[in-house]
């Protein structure tokens, strides 16, 4: 059996609540041993804020295959035995706001000094340096300053809040992978590490491809829900079914879009794919009465045998229970807890959950000892409250 890709690498990480901690679960789970550094008070607030709806915590769900070490950053002999897990250390990630953890001592330069080969990843919400980042945020302020907030949502409403954090996990945790993952590879080619800035803003506004590309070519954005696949073209939007279910069509392709149309005896509709203006609107509504006249099952049991883009708008407990995903092996057990299993199949390496979410500091004691501390030290530690 060969060693999870990760194995070996030792990550510090001193983030809390959503982006940084999703981030070091994909690490944990590709086999890296990552350490949650939390502080002595609340540590990290998804423990106690992460209950949405009165069941289970979200720290569950992110914090698997991790340990947690509690250490008071505020007390130099904190600082000092911080630094000294850091001279061993192969990845920091930290989410404080610029500056707090050069304040702290423990920023890049001062790690760098005594670790060269060191990856220090940084996630905020704005970026270490511009006008901006110093300034609060959370991910709809994030979507709103990128342009892309103003782009979600049906034609003539007001901007869509999605139920799916975009900024924070497609910055926040799917970005810095790619950067610190990348300085990896470097650093253990060349033996030095780098710094990795990431502002979740930025890794948003950097992915907004058609609102650019409407920019490029008219000089503006189209209006919200007027772009060619936020509602423009009628062989790409959502359709309501007849008992308020909706359907997905994506029948971008005129293969797709000539099932389609012979799929519900309407072969008319064949030249007008691409209509826009008020030409698609006139397709858009025939289709619209098209899929009001079946329900929902009605539609599954068709185009479950028409391989033409066409599917359903599955509620989330639905696909909890998809046979698709759960082939898949997305859905698993972890002390009672169902959550996501990693989104990357990997030859040769069986998703294994070795450690459940820690309690906090469960392996304070633990972590120092390997890391060369003396009983006395830690008793020290202890007797200071440092740990």
Not at 352 to 370: D, W
Request: glycine share 10%; with cysteine; charged share 20%.
């Amino acid at each position: 059996m060969r060693p999870p890709p990760l194995a070996g690498l030792r990550v510090l990480d001193l983030t809390r609540l959503l982006p940084g901690p999703f981030a070091s679960l994909h690490l944990a789970d590709l086999g890296a041993d990552v350490i949650k550094v939390e502080d002595k008070g609340a540590g990290d607030y998804a423990r106690n804020a992460g209950s949405i709806h009165g069941g289970t915590n979200y720290f569950q769900l992110i914090n698997r295959n991790k340990r947690s070490l509690c250490l008071d950053l505020k007390q130099a002999e904190g600082i000092a035995a911080f630094m000294r897990l850091a001279a061993d250390a192969d990845v920091i990630i930290e989410g404080f706001r610029p500056g707090v953890v050069d304040k702290l001592g423990i920023g890049y330069a001062a790690v760098t000094a005594l670790n060269p080969r060191i990856v220090y990843c940084a996630i905020t919400g704005y970026g270490q340096d511009g006008p901006y980042r110093e300034r609060a945020g959370h991910d709809l302020n994030y979507l709103g300053y990128c342009g892309l907030l103003d782009q979600i949502g049906v034609a003539g409403s007001a901007p869509a809040v999605p139920n799916f954090q975009i900024g924070d996990l497609l910055g926040g945790t799917l970005s810095a992978l790619v950067g610190v993952l990348a300085a990896i590879v470097d650093a253990r080619a060349s033996g030095h590490g780098r710094y990795v800035d990431v502002a979740m803003t930025d890794a948003v506004f950097a992915h907004t491809i058609f609102p650019l590309l409407a920019v490029l070519g008219l000089g503006h954005v189209l209006p919200r829900g007027e772009d060619l696949l936020s509602g423009g073209m009628p062989s790409y939007g959502v359709y309501a079914t007849k008992d308020g279910r909706h359907f997905a069509v994506s029948a971008l392709e005129p293969k797709f879009w000539q099932m389609l149309c012979a799929s519900i005896e309407r072969p008319d509709l064949v030249p007008f794919a691409f209509a826009t203006g008020s030409e698609g609107l006139r397709i858009r509504a025939e289709l619209e009465a098209v899929f009001a006249q079946r329900t929902f099952a009605e539609w599954t049991a068709l185009f479950e045998h028409v391989d033409c883009c066409v599917t359903p708008v599955l509620r989330f407990e639905e696909s909890l229970e998809n046979e698709q995903l759960l082939a898949r092996g997305m859905l698993v057990e972890v002390d009672g807890v169902r959550q996501f299993a990693p989104p990357f199949k990997i030859s040769e390496l069986p998703f294994a959950v070795r450690l459940p979410a820690p309690a906090a500091g469960e392996h304070s004691e633990e972590i120092l000892r390997e890391a060369g501390f003396g009983a006395d030290e830690i008793t020290r530690l202890r007797a200071l409250k440092v740990i």
